[in-house]
Every structure is written in structure tokens, then in C-alpha cells.
């Protein structure tokens, strides 16, 4: 048996965890990925306002256009809460039928976050 400790226990101890930083995935369709970046380029006032007065701050969106993983990144008071905040504005349940049709059909569309385990500041 190993001494090391199991994953999970980890993740959930770790002194580096962070509430103020959130990290997610994201899978866009291939035949989309254009479109779903300029699309970006745009983003309604309305919902960059939302955003703010959720609370996020830094929020940032990578995209490896090879396979269509996008990883989202955004800092908070409370990243949690931030994000239960905006889950309530009507702005974003707009927002979100539309950016739909550019994710995988199979769960691509909903976010999965990542547990954070080491941070250098």
C-alpha cells in the first residue's frame, strides 16, 4: 500500500487551494471554432457589465484550436459565489443559449472546473 495520499484528499487539503481564483473547461465544435472566437470579439455590453458586478475580475479565455478546448480563467472575492451570481442574471441565460450551438453536444457546453493545487505568486 502506498503512503502517498489519495487525489481527492489532496485536492481538498491543499494549503494552495484558492477562493479567489477560478479555473474551467470548455469544448467548442471544430467547424465552429471561428466563428465561436470572433463571436469574442463582440461580447454584449450588457454581459461584460453582469460579469463585473458579479463580481469577476481577470476573467480570461484560452482556446487550443486544435482540439477546441477552451479554458476559462477569472479571480473574485469569492470565485464561487461569483459564479452562482451570474448563474441568476437573465443577461447570461441569453448569453448562454446562444453560445450553445458552438460546444461539443456531448457536455462540452457545461463548464467543468479544475481543482487548484499549487500557486506561485
Known amino acids: 500500500m502506498s503512503d502517498t495520499p489519495p487525489l481527492a484528499h489532496t485536492l481538498a ?35 461584460r457589465q453582469a460579469l463585473s458586478d458579479a463580481g469577476w475580475r481577470h476573467y480570461s479565455l484560452f482556446l487550443d484550436p486544435d482540439t477546441g478546448l477552451v479554458v476559462g480563467y477569472y479571480e473574485a472575492d ?32 457545461s463548464a467543468h472546473f479544475l481543482s487548484q493545487y499549487f500557486y506561485l505568486a
Open 13 to 47: 487539503t491543499t494549503s494552495q487551494a484558492s477562493p479567489h481564483r477560478a479555473c474551467f473547461l470548455l469544448r467548442v465544435r471544430p467547424e465552429k471554432l471561428a466563428e465561436y472566437a470572433d463571436v469574442h470579439q463582440r461580447v454584449w455590453d450588457e454581459m
Open 78 to 109: 469569492d470565485a464561487r459565489a461569483a459564479a452562482a451570481a451570474m448563474e441568476d442574471r437573465e443577461v447570461n441565460t441569453r448569453w448562454q443559449a446562444e453560445m450553445a450551438q458552438y460546444f461539443q453536444p456531448d457536455g462540452g457546453g
